[in-house]
Structure formats: C-alpha cells, structure tokens
Nanobody, 117 residues
Framework: QVQLVESGGGLVQPGGSLRLSCAAS????????MDWYRQAPGKQRELVAR???????YYIDSVKGRFTISRDNAKNTVDLQMNSLKPEDTAVYYC???????????WGQGTQVTVSS
C-alpha cells in the first residue's frame, strides 16, 4: 500500500514563501501523475498543480508564476514551492498520486497553510 507523508505547512505572512513536500512510501509499479490539491473551509477542493509522468506541469491561473511543482522520481517525492503567498492561498493542501490510466493510488493527510498578517 502506498502512503503519502506531507510536510512543510505552517503560518506565513503575505508575500512570504513555503515549500511543501510529499514523500511516497511503498511500491509504485506504474507511470504516475503527482498532484497538489487544496481545500479551504466551505469551499470545494481544487487542483492547484500537477506534474505528469513525462514532466509536463499544470497550474491553476491564480498560482501561475508563484508556485512551482517538482518531482524526484528516485526519491518518490513531489514538492510545491510557494512564493509570494496571498491570504487567499490559505487552505489545507493535499498531495495525490494517480496512475496515468486514472486510478487514484493515495491521498496525503493534508497540511495546513495559513497566510496572514
């Protein structure tokens, strides 16, 4: 069974930076995609960034130019570098791994990011 362990969340002032990390343990036997989602109270969970098995990336418009997703296949990790953070970035952030065929393998437990003065 694959387990995702997240770290790096916390409290930061507007304009600050955080780096979230997600480490996968267990056997991953297929080509896979790694995602970061976020969910604020009372709002739907939304996809923030995605890195495909081939290395292509996707970002929602609100984070383009500020967030960078990266992966290390040797370590089975995915990071989200978040710069120029805004209060509207406040949410619980979740990593997710899916097979390229679409099957969800695992979700992380979530890590809280709070952007506030």
């Amino acid at each position: 069974q694959v387990q995702l362990v997240e770290s790096g969340g916390g409290l930061v002032q507007p304009g600050g930076s955080l780096r979230l990390s997600c480490a996968a343990s267990g056997s991953i036997s297929s080509i896979y995609t790694m995602d970061w989602y976020r969910q604020a109270p009372g709002k739907q969970r939304e996809l923030v960034a995605r890195v495909l098995s081939g290395g292509n990336t996707y970002y929602i418009d609100s984070v383009k130019g500020r967030f960078t997703i990266s992966r290390d296949n040797a370590k089975n990790t995915v990071d989200l570098q978040m710069n120029s953070l805004k209060p509207e970035d406040t949410a619980v952030y979740y990593c997710r791994i899916t097979l390229d065929g679409g099957e969800i393998v695992a979700w992380g437990q979530g890590t809280q990011v709070t952007v506030s003065s």
